[in-house]
């Protein structure tokens, strides 16, 4: 789980400076969940990692627009985010089905979910089959840990729409992974 | 028991090496840009051309294209068809008042013709004689 102090001490201004030292640190720390992120919505790898690399050099291009420097995580992968929207638009794939504004409880624990060995393949399988508007959410969520306020504003939706999809999207997961199981 | 981050990371972990590679790309691009900085302004241009291409063009073709076939028509029916039948009458009178103010042109200038020659035939008004003769003309009346 990323601590808050961890979030602080992310070199953004050494960034911001040219310091290619920073860069890697900043890379390399968000290498990874940005790519799940990206790879669990888009399905192809090459793609990916080709979004991965846009996204890293539209933040060195960019990241004088940035404001807050805390707010590095869930800028750059608004970015990703934007990029996997155009991905979409370009081969059609999109279908952001709205279900409904029902509100779920305040900010949840992305731990709750705990799921045991043989329960993981089933999850995985469950994650694939959620709509790609609930599973972006649902990545957010699960990989980053962003809170709901930065999911919002990552994808760019009212945080009623965000907490009703994360709601749906745990409750079919949930269910699916119960369901396979028995 | 794993969470949901563990389970997804521990599914695409073979792709580190990958993103290992990718990091360093985007390193050695901003240790040394391949075109130069100077020309930033060109490339951001040719970036705005491109996202306009993919954003607006590219994801709905078959929209651009019926758009551009409806302005073919419409050019073509343009092109094709003669000056609209509303203009011609316009432009018949146009040209009938030009013949008209011609014509009175002509007639204005006859008439001054005439005026003149009028004017040569009438014999030009005598040169007033001598003070003597006026005077005695003065006194006989």
Known sequence: MLLAAEQTTLPVAEARAGDAQAWDALFRRFQMPLYVYIVELVRDEQTSLDIVQETFLSAVRHLRSLRNDEKFGSWLFSIAHQKIIQFWRRHRQVSFEEIGLEQAAGDPDPSELLIDKENQEKF????????????????????????????????????????SRLFYAKRALRRNIRKESS | MKTPKEILFGRHAPAEPKLDGIRALVLDELADPP??????????????????????????????????????????????????????????????????????????????AHELEWAALEPPPSPPGPRSEILSTIRAV
């Open chain 2, 35 to 112: 075109a130069g900085r100077t020309d930033e302004r060109a490339r951001s241009k040719i970036d705005f051309v491109a996202t306009l291409w993919r954003e607006l063009i590219a994801p709905w073709p078959t929209a651009w294209a019926g758009l551009a076939a409806v302005w073919a028509v419409i050019g073509w029916f343009s092109w094709s068809e003669p000056m609209p039948r509303a203009q011609e009458p316009v432009h018949a009178q146009t040209r009938q008042a030009a013949r008209n103010v011609f014509a009175r042109l002509k007639e204005q200038r006859e008439l001054l």
């Open chain 1, 124 to 163: 995985l399988a469950c994650l694939d089959r959620l709509p790609p508007s609930q599973r972006s959410i649902v990545l957010l969520h699960f990989v980053e840990e962003f809170s709901l306020d930065e999911i919002a504003e990552i994808a760019e939706l009212p945080l009623g729409t965000v907490k």
